[in-house]
């Protein structure tokens, strides 16, 4: 069974820029969800999706969007990149309604130049 | 506001020793708690899990421990490996939290000499 797929591993945006990362979930799996992980912050939760509907945000500003799709995957985007937007982004899928085990993806190491 | 604290950031470990990682929660709606491995560049991979009902839940050389009343979790590695070094997650949420969100603590670097 193939695990959580996150595109593009690497990326690297400039100040202003906007970036859209992909996760494709394990087969089944209908809930994805998304953190930062920063050296100061630590991992940081910033949405989740089950079922093509956002059901929880964290507290990140608006720039910070996503979406998912009817085959459960999903797509995070951040607009007008800053400096501090530098991390890595990790997707995470789990199987139920009721969040049981996550399972996470490599994630995508973002930097902003 | 730390709702999740692994107050060691680091941990030293004879290889075949056992070692203890630990975690503490202030919210007391928090109901299920999991724990992950991290490699640097690398997603966590998840280790093993307990909801509050239990006390105790095991997986092979893997054990946690949950103290509700204390609110305070270990994890326990018996016997531990040189390949058990890395990051260590501890994580929460609530059962009846529908929104997929966890918690998660700064984490505890566990090194383990040969």
């Known amino acids: 069974k193939a695990g959580v797929t996150q595109t593009p591993r690497y990326l690297i945006k400039t100040r202003g820029q906007q970036v859209t990362l992909s996760c494709s979930p394990i087969?089944?799996?209908?809930?994805v969800s998304w953190y930062q992980q920063t050296p100061g912050q630590g991992l940081q939760f910033l949405f989740e999706y089950f079922s093509e509907t956002q059901r929880n945000k964290g507290n990140f500003p608006g720039r910070f969007s996503g979406r998912q799709f009817s085959n459960s995957r999903s797509e995070m985007n951040v607009s007008t990149l800053e400096l501090g937007d530098s991390a890595l982004y990790l997707c995470?899928?789990?199987?139920?309604?009721?969040?049981?085990?996550?399972?996470f993806g490599q994630g995508t190491r973002l930097t902003v130049v | 506001d730390q709702q999740v604290k692994q107050n060691s950031p680091s941990l030293s470990v004879q290889e075949g020793r056992i070692s203890i990682l630990n975690c503490d929660y202030t919210n007391s709606m928090f109901d299920y708690f999991l724990w992950y491995k991290k490699y640097p560049a690398e997603g966590p991979t998840f280790l093993i899990s307990?909801?509050?009902?239990?006390d105790k839940n095991e997986d092979g050389r893997f054990t946690v421990f949950l103290n509700k009343s204390a609110k305070h979790l270990s994890l326990h590695i018996v016997p531990s490996q040189p390949g058990d070094s890395a990051v260590y997650f501890c994580a929460a949420s609530g059962l009846n939290n529908q929104g997929g969100k966890l918690i998660f603590g700064q984490g505890t670097e566990l090194s383990v000499k040969p």
């Open positions: 995470a899928s789990s199987q139920d309604r009721v969040l049981t085990e996550a399972f």
């Open positions: 307990i909801s509050s009902i239990k």
């Open positions: 087969s089944g799996h209908r809930s």
